[in-house]
């Protein structure tokens, strides 16, 4: 880096790990800051060094709990008063994404409250990855960086599929909301797109319908959505392809969630392995190695990279 330039990056608890592998990919320290609570259970932040004059990035996914959107909030907050240069918020995981419209009377559009409080205390720029809906990006009145997890699936999966035949592969839409995605999957590996046409009874659960496409009988099937929360969609998936003959089911996605009976659903499942990133900390342990998970620093770090020297973001990354 031009060492004549000055940047830093901080961060808060919801992901400490993700950014000090930015920090080591970048060559660089993480910032000083405390980041704790008070008797009474408040969030108390505190910067450690001198941030005047710097353009500064803070790493903070908003996945639950609440308080990981305070702490965000809060020390972009700090750094403004302190007269941090220029802020950008690097939210690999945005949460309350899917909370994105009025689809009944009387409650609030959740994703649009949080980028506007989020833009409100003080952050000039929003690097994300994988929005649950692209349309958020409307929400904010500043520029948002939008990367993809496929710049690191996609190779992670090339590389299972390197001395295979693409036509014994699929990829699998696990609802209508994921086929964009899924299709950008199959086009990029060359394999066959399958659907899973559902109907959804109630919040957090899912009734497969359908499989549209072509037969997945002896197939090996990649199930690829944007994150896996309760595994309902994804599971319910799993058992419709199985059930079609399909040889080895891959559950994939960006934002690994796994809220609730997750867990217990995917390993009673005919899923054979879960693929998902690190945007969002979790212990796979329970799963019994049938997890792996995929670091995302080096794209975080390119990206921060690039919009540090002004450079092109957009280009470095698959859609």
């Given amino acids: ?50 941030v005047r004059g710097h353009d500064i990035f803070v790493v903070q996914p908003t996945q639950p709990k609440a308080e990981n959107i305070i702490e965000l909030i809060l020390l972009l907050d700090a750094l403004k008063r302190a007269s941090a240069n220029y802020i950008t918020a690097v939210i690999p995981y945005f ?26 205390l003080g952050a000039d720029r929003v690097l994300t990855m994988d929005l649950h809906a692209s349309q958020i990006q409307g929400f904010f009145d500043i520029p948002v960086d939008h990367i993809y997890g496929s710049s690191i699936l996609v190779p992670y999966f090339r590389n299972l599929l390197r001395e295979e035949d693409p036509k014994n592969w699929a990829i699998c839409a696990p609802d209508a909301g994921s ?25 957090n659960q899912s009734e497969v319908m359908h499989i549209l496409g072509d037969p997945v009988q002896g197939k090996k099937v990649i199930i690829m959505d944007d994150m896996i929360d309760t595994a309902g969609t994804i599971v319910n998936a799993a058992y419709a392809v199985h059930n079609k003959g399909a040889k080895t089911i891959y559950a994939a996605c960006t934002h690994g969630i796994l809220s609730g009976p997750a867990v217990s659903r995917i390993t009673k499942s005919p899923i054979s392995k ?11 342990s329970s799963l019994n190695g ?23 973001v957009s280009s470095l990354f698959l859609d």
């Fill in 274 to 284: 879960i693929i998902t990133l690190n945007t969002v900390p979790h212990d796979f």
């Fill in 95 to 120: 949460g309350y994404a899917r909370q994105d419209r009025k689809d009944k009377g009387r409650i609030p559009i959740s994703a649009k409250a949080i980028a506007k409080t989020i833009q409100t």
């Fill in 290 to 312: 049938r997890a792996t998970q995929l670091s995302s620093a080096r794209l975080f770090s390119e990206a921060i990279s690039g919009i540090y020297h002004e450079e092109s």
């Fill in 179 to 203: 086929i964009k995605m899924a299709r950008a999957y199959a086009k990029h590996l060359d394999v066959s797109l399958v659907a899973i046409d559902k109907r959804r009874e109630k919040v």
């Fill in 1 to 50: 880096m031009n060492s004549k330039k000055k940047f830093k990056i901080f961060c808060g608890n919801a992901n400490k790990t993700l950014a000090r592998e930015i920090c080591d990919d970048l060559g660089i320290s993480l910032g000083k800051c405390l980041v704790d609570r008070f008797s009474d259970g408040e969030v108390r932040v505190e910067l450690l060094e001198n």
